[in-house]
């Protein structure tokens, strides 16, 4: 599986982004898939994640109530939806997929996942 990711770019802090990573080659199997983040200097960190076959969601604390994790299953692409951004919302955004376990599977853990794209740079500025 190979993924993409766009969208990301600079926005004043209360604004909106919207980043898309598109999935190609073996899809017609089922993932978890995910997005993760990473501020200079600082560890990767989970954002999002999504069960592509139940649709059921996780969400870090940080981001809950201001980011929704979607996907949209004929364009084989995943999507999160950045609302009322802060300036430490700055950092590159992973998108990540790994072989569904269960229909109702999820995992904050980015040692599970298999697949990564190339990253997406999000700046905010305050």
């Known amino acids: 599986v190979q993924l993409q990711a766009s969208g990301g770019g600079l926005v004043q802090a209360g604004g909106s982004l919207r980043l898309s990573c598109i999935a190609s080659?073996?899809?017609?199997?089922?993932?978890?898939m995910a997005w993760f983040r990473q501020a200079p200097g600082k560890e990767r960190e989970f954002v999002a994640s999504i069960n592509w076959s139940s649709g059921r969601t996780d969400y870090a604390g940080v981001v809950k109530g201001r980011f929704t994790i979607s996907r949209e299953n004929a364009k084989n692409t995943l999507y999160l939806q950045m609302n009322n951004l802060k300036p430490e919302d700055t950092s590159v955004y992973y998108c990540?997929?790994?072989?569904?376990?269960?229909?109702?599977?999820?995992?904050?853990?980015?040692?599970?996942?298999?697949?990564w794209g190339q990253g997406t740079q999000v700046t905010v500025s305050s």
């Open positions: 990540a997929a790994m072989p569904i376990r269960s229909i109702f599977y999820t995992t904050k853990d980015e040692s599970d996942y298999n697949y």
């Open positions: 080659g073996r899809t017609s199997s089922s993932y978890v």
